[in-house]
Nanobody, 128 residues
Framework: VQLVESGGGLVQPGGSLRLSCAAS????????MGWFRQPPGKEREFVAA????????YSADSVKGRFIISRDNAKNTLYLQMNSLKPEDTAVYYC??????????????????????WGPGTQVTVSS
């Protein structure tokens, strides 16, 4: 399984970015996918995740109402639309994938489950 993120960059506070994660190596639509981030000098943290089941996703409180996770199974691509960006959103953003097909999760379980596969990350910097 290979995951490759793109779409990072430098943006001013209040701006928007859309991250993409291209997946290959297996049937994309059957697995939970997630986004994590690692701010400078801090540990990696959960951002959002989405189920293989339509309409089932979960986001961290810090990004709720600003970030939207989505997936396009026909394109094997995961997205993270980031709006109203703040300097504290500055981090390396990672795409992650579950190893268990059709795993049933809900709410905070998305945050606590183990993700097996990871992309190399893309840098997002929010600064004026």
């Amino acid at each position: 399984v290979q995951l490759v993120e793109s779409g990072g960059g430098l943006v001013q506070p209040g701006g928007s970015l859309r991250l993409s994660c291209a997946a290959s190596g297996r049937t994309f639509s059957n697995y939970v996918m997630g986004w994590f981030r690692q701010p400078p000098g801090k540990e990696r943290e959960f951002v959002a995740a989405i189920s293989w089941r339509p309409g089932n996703s979960y986001s961290a409180d810090s990004v709720k109402g600003r970030f939207i996770i989505s997936r396009d199974n026909a394109k094997n691509t995961l997205y993270l639309q980031m709006n109203s960006l703040k300097p504290e959103d500055t981090a390396v953003y990672y795409c992650a994938a579950d190893k268990v097909r059709y795993r049933v999760v809900a709410g905070p379980e998305f945050k606590l489950m183990e993700y097996e596969y990871w992309g190399p990350g893309t840098q997002v910097t929010v600064s004026s």
